[in-house]
């Protein structure tokens, strides 16, 4: 059997998909840059309420905040909440689960470009796959493929709810046992899943060194 991916001249990489399953891929690849997109995100990177804005707001009388606390409020001003959506959590985690003031520092410095740069990979990639056979991928779509097809399997895997290499196993048995007989929303994401996760290991070995 012919593997997805192959090595062709120069580096790249041939992708052996026909045109129908290279739409699929697509598909998936942007419906992930869209679930990305902070106006699709409830949350959308929201920031904190707004400071206060009034003849008060500046007042240096004797009962003004001190530094701390105009640091303190500012800190909350420029807060930026959490993914709404599960599955975009995943995508965009915590840098810290047992420092939540790191962890809020991080998102709030880190986030809005994590979100351009993973939307910026994602349609790089979708592009790639959206054109006409032969499809040769340069080493930066190979890259841009591979990190699209992680996040995918990650979406993917939150509404499936996998969260343990056990879950993924009763997954596959499952499928193995003809659960995808009868056409349930939960099969056909689960074949996605085994289809992506396929084809994610086959671009990995295809990019590893040779010899």
Same mark, same amino acid.
């Given at each position: ?35 990305? %997109?902070?106006? /699709? ?5 929201? !920031?904190? =309420?707004? +400071?206060? @804005?009034?003849? #008060? ?62 939307? %910026?990979?994602? /349609? ?5 796959? !959206?054109? =006409?056979? +032969?499809? @040769?991928?340069? #080493? ?72």
């Amino acid at each position: 059997m012919k593997s997805t991916f192959a090595r062709a001249r120069g580096g790249r990489i041939k992708v052996r998909l026909g045109d129908a399953d290279r739409g699929v891929v697509a598909g998936l690849l942007e419906a992930v840059a869209d679930l990305l %997109d902070p106006e /699709a995100d409830p949350s959308g990177g929201a !920031r904190g =309420a707004e +400071p206060p @804005v009034g003849p #008060d707001a500046g007042s240096a009388g004797p009962h003004a905040p001190d530094e701390a606390a105009l640091w303190a409020n500012l800190e909350a001003d420029l807060a930026v909440e959490p993914p709404a959506d599960p599955a975009v959590a995943r995508l965009l985690p915590d840098a810290s689960r047992d420092d939540p003031e790191l962890a809020q520092s991080f998102r709030r410095l880190t986030e809005q470009d994590l979100r351009e740069r993973k939307r %910026d990979s994602l /349609a790089l990639a979708a592009a790639a796959m !959206r054109r =006409a056979a +032969p499809v @040769v991928l340069t #080493d930066g779509e190979a890259q841009a493929l591979l990190k699209g097809l992680t996040d995918v399997r990650l979406v993917l895997a939150e509404r499936l709810g996998i969260a343990t290499d056990e879950d993924a196993e009763f997954l596959h048995a499952a499928l193995a046992a003809g659960a995808a007989q009868g056409g349930q929303e939960w099969a056909k994401a689960a074949e996605l899943y085994e289809v992506v996760t396929y084809l994610q290991e086959e671009l990995v070995h295809t990019l590893l060194p040779s010899g």
